[in-house]
Each structure stands twice: as C-alpha cells, then as structure tokens.
C-alpha cells in the first residue's frame, strides 16, 4: 500500500471519533426540568423524612372515658358499681313467693 494512502486512512480513523454518528446518540445532560433518578430518589426520601418527623412532633391527645359514678377508666355504661348483676344483690323475694 502506498504510504500516502496508508496516512490519509490513519487521519480518517482518528478523525472518525469527532464526528458523530446516525448510530451516536450525543448524551443528554439533565436540564432544568429534568433530573437523573438518583437526585430524584434522594429528594423523595427526604421529603418523607420530613413528614415522619413531623407526624412524630404532634402530641398525641388520648381521650379517656372517665366513668360518672365510680370516677374510673372506663365509661359509665360499662361501669359495675351500677350494675346490679355484678354486685350480686340477692333476687328480691316477694311475699306471695314462698
């Protein structure tokens, strides 16, 4: 081959990499509204985050039913100081009974 032939191929070859392609996609860079997943994970992470602590700082108000009669735990309806069944009060036994 002739030597000048053999030069003009080898300054295409090196050439032939700062041109592009049809088969050389440029890579596309993230833009304004465009941001790799990465970023976009760490910022949804964080943002969860955020709503854990602030889930965690409000006090938590339990309501207590306070029951009338005894003044305990429970409510009044479930109370057993009014509940006649649950003291065990002997049946009421009338005259004409025995």
Not at 8 to 29: C, D, F, T, V, Y
Not at 33 to 48: G, I, R, Y
Not at 83 to 91: H, M, V, Y
Request: glycine share 6%.
């Amino acid at each position: 081959m002739d030597a000048a032939a053999y030069d003009l191929l080898e300054e295409m070859a090196i050439n032939n990499s700062h041109w592009g392609s049809k088969r050389q996609l440029p890579k596309k860079s993230p833009g304004v509204h465009k941001v790799d997943e990465l970023t976009s994970v760490k910022a949804q992470l964080n943002a969860l985050k955020k709503q854990m602590k602030k889930m965690g700082a409000r006090p938590s108000q339990v309501q207590v039913a306070s029951c009338e009669w005894c003044l305990g735990p429970h409510s009044s309806m479930e109370c057993q100081v009014s509940n006649t069944f649950a003291l065990g009060t002997p049946d009421q036994v009338t005259v004409g009974d025995r």
